[in-house]
Structure formats: structure tokens, C-alpha cells
């Protein structure tokens, strides 16, 4: 057996759970597989454990570890970093839980958040950004750590409420559909629910990030003068949360 | 022209989360910290400015785990060029893997499984660590993992691997003294033959942490204080490989910073104890 032989026969005896991959080093490497076989299964879990703490506490103990071998059954990992590992994990539980989309949103919510929380820096806004402005060419500049979502449920008072240790709500479908808004502002992960208007504005600045379309954009929805000041509203709102990070033009 | 690792002499602790707190604002007494180097592999936030600023207190050492240098695939140019970044920027005094593979035809195991110690093995690592060390501009080191498994038709034993590996790649090894004692008891070899095998001059840091007991297996687990027997063999390993820098490694069930200090000490000790009687 040459080492690309041994290799590819130890992913098999990592991966399967009969012991027809293992044979194939001999009784006497049984318990040294089982100790990886556990190593791998075990760090796996607890990856997805420490990425969806909320979620764990949403589901329960028991159905979380059903979701999370499932998973690992189904999504091998393949990036460098275990980091990575649960970004499907919402997949899984698309396909486990298909009528419940208050948990495929609150999956997305945590995921959403670690991931803000390393991505890349933001230089710091400098105080006279808005000085001498063409506001016709300007372009805003979004935070690298935004991550939007369209919002049906509630699942950031789930969230927020597991988060926090208090009641937690059940689980509901919005009155009207709206966006959840994922960043980082200085080393801490936000999360915001808005309404659609709101959230099409934002969305949309990541297509044309030009301060004259959000300004159009705002004004088909609400009109020529409350469009515009909506704009601006929500230019200095999002200068102040951290959501832009710079003006050109 | 082979690369040669930088020599240091002291003593040092595995930097942790729960102790973030203690080394960015206290002056913990110690030489030096060594990091996973993937914890901190990452675009940005609290992690890098956490590493920046504690670099500005300590020397660091950047131990990986991701590296997969036995991979009979090769290297992920992506993890090298990303470790390339955060070594440019920390300036560490090693930078550090092991010799185990965990990736295979895009399947990641995240976890240090064995190499067979076998001349086509030796030859695949060789050629891993010299693209390693051209990517990185540096000279790597080394460490022995601890193993569960071993395989029909090595044709030398581990010592002999970590020495012919940095005889002809120029890398440094890293010690790990428990993972010797683990893999002896697991495989029966004698802990003291791999010692003397592997060439102390080639070592430049060394690793202590504790294991667990399985049934009829040691395991390493990172979650316990170092044992007697790995003390004893470490004073063992400092009367042979002269002064280098050693580290405690805990990974899981991490105790109070003072706990670890208190290890960290013990090293020191046993460490003068074997330089005097290798003077005397």
C-alpha cells in the first residue's frame, strides 16, 4: 500500500461506520482507529456546538446532537479551517426541519454573527468624510462585514432572547416580511431587524453603492421628498452604526 | 542553501482565551507565547488586534495544526500564503507544525493523523517542507505527534524519520516530550532510544502538556497538568539537547493562569537541575 493508498483508506475508516475500512490495517490497529474515529466525530460536534450555541438551545440537547451527526454524515469538511465547518450546517437543518423557518433563520442569524466578527477591519472613518461631497457621484463604501438577509420570522428575538437568558418568545412569522442586518462595529457583531423598504435600500447599495440610486430607489417607494430625506436618514444611521465606512467621490 | 531555524532559550506558555485578559494586562512572567496559528489566520476583528497587542509584550511562536505536511497530495498554497500574512505581521520566533496529515483528495480530517515511516513518506514530507519554507521565507520546525495507530512495512522507526527529515529539509524539530511518552506506551518502544536518536542539535523548542488513560491506550488530550513520568523524561531530554525553549501546552480544561505558572516553573527547574548536572 503506497502512502496515497493508506491515506485514502484512512478517510474511508474515519468516514464509515462499518468496519470494512478498517480491515484494512489489521486487527491490531482497531483501537488506534477508534480513538481517531472518535477524535474526528467528536471535534466535529463540538465545532458545531461552539458555531450554534443558540440554535443548541432552540433545538435541545438531543435533537441538536441528531442535527449534528446527520451533518457530519453528509458534509465532510474540506476547508483548512474548522471555521468553516458549520456554514452548511443550515442545510441540514432545511432538510430536517423544512416547516421551520423561524430555526433556518435563527441558524443563519448565528452563523451571520461569527462570521462578522473576524471579518476583515473597516478603515476608520475620517472625521471630514462628508466635507466637499459630490453627493451626485458619491459612493458609499460597506462595512466587509455586512451580511443581509430577508426576514420572515422573529428569529432575532429567538435570538436575542436565548442570547440574553430571558423568555424566550415562540417562534412566529412576521406581519409583513422585512431583513435581518448582520456587522461588526469595533470587535462587536450587531444584529438589526428592518423593514423591507429599508432593507432593499441597504441591499441594494451592494449593486450600485452610489448615494444618487439609493436616493432614486427611495424615492419610487416613498416619493420625491420624503425619499430623499429617508435617504439621508438612513445615511447618517448607518455612518453611525458602522454599516458605511466611507464616502467617495 | 537550507534555511536554518533561529535558536531561543526560555520559558513559555500556550496563550489561551481564558487568559487574554492576564497577558494583555498584567506582566506575566514568562519568555515567551505560542499560538495556534490558525485561531488567528482569519481577515480580521478582536483576534488579530488581541495577537498585535500581546505581541507587543511578548515574543510569540506560531504553532499550527493545518499544515498537513505528510498530505501525499501536497500543500494548500491558500493556508500557506494565509500563514505567509500573519507570520510577516507577528515576526514570531518559530513558526511550527507537525509531522501528521490530515487532508486527502479535499477531505480535511482536522486532526494529526500518522505518517507510515516509510522512505516514499520521507520523500513527500521532504518535498511538503521545502515548498513550506520557500513559501514562508523561513525555516519551520517540526513535532512528533502523538500516535494511536502503527503501520505494516516501516522500514525506520519515528527518530530516524525526524532525523533524516531535518537532515535533508533544514527544518528544526520541535520536541514534544509527552507525545513521546504516549506514542512509547502505546507502540513499546523505549522513550529514552527516541531521545538519544533524534539530533539534538536540529531541536529548538519543546513541548509539555498532559494525556488521558483509555482503555489500554494513552491518549492526548491536552486536559490535564504534565505527569511524573513525562517530568522525569524531560529532565532526560534538557541534559541532551542543552538550553532550548520549552512551553506548556493545555488545550482543554484550562485551570487558572497561576496553575499553569506553577508548571512553567517546574520546568525551569528540572531544566537548571539537568544543565548542572550536565556541567558537573
Known sequence: ???????????????????????????????????????YRAQLVACLEVSYPQVRRWLGDEAFREAAISHIVSHPPHAWTLDHYGRDFSDTLIAMYPRNPDLQELAWIEWSLSEAFVAADAPKLVDDALWNVDWDVARLRLTPSLRLRPATTNADDLWLALDGDTDVPQGSMLDAPGGFVVWRKGFSSQLKRVDATDFDALAGLRDDPSFAALCEKLVERRGEEDGVRRAGELLAEWLAAGIVTGIDG | MHMTPPTFSGFGLGLRKEHYRDFLDTDVPIDFVEVISENFMVDGGQPRDILRRVRERYPVALHGVSMSIGSSDGLDVDYLRRLRSIADDVEPLFVSDH??????????????????????????VCRNIDMAQNMLGRAMLFENPSSYIAFDGASMCEWEFLADMSRRTGC???????????????HGFDPHAFLRGIPADRVRQVHLAGHSVGPGILIDTHDQPVCDDVWSLYGTAMSLLGPVATMIERDDDIPPLAELMAEVDMARDIATLSARREVA
Open chain 2, 172 to 186: 528544526g524539530l520541535l520536541l514534544d516530550v509527552n507525545n513521546v511518552y504516549v506514542s512509547a506506551c502505546n
Open chain 2, 99 to 124: 509531522l501528521s496529515w490530515s487532508r486527502i483528495a479535499g477531505f480535511n480530517s482536522h486532526d494529526l493523523l500518522p505518517v507510515p515511516y516509510t522512505s516514499e513518506a520521507l520523500d513527500m
Open chain 1, 1 to 39: 500500500m503506497n502512502l496515497a493508498e493508506l491515506q485514502h483508506g484512512f478517510r474511508s475508516s474515519l468516514m464509515d461506520t462499518d468496519d470494512a475500512a478498517t480491515g484494512i490495517f489489521g486487527a491490531s490497529a482497531a483501537t488506534g482507529l477508534a480513538v481517531y474515529r472518535n477524535n
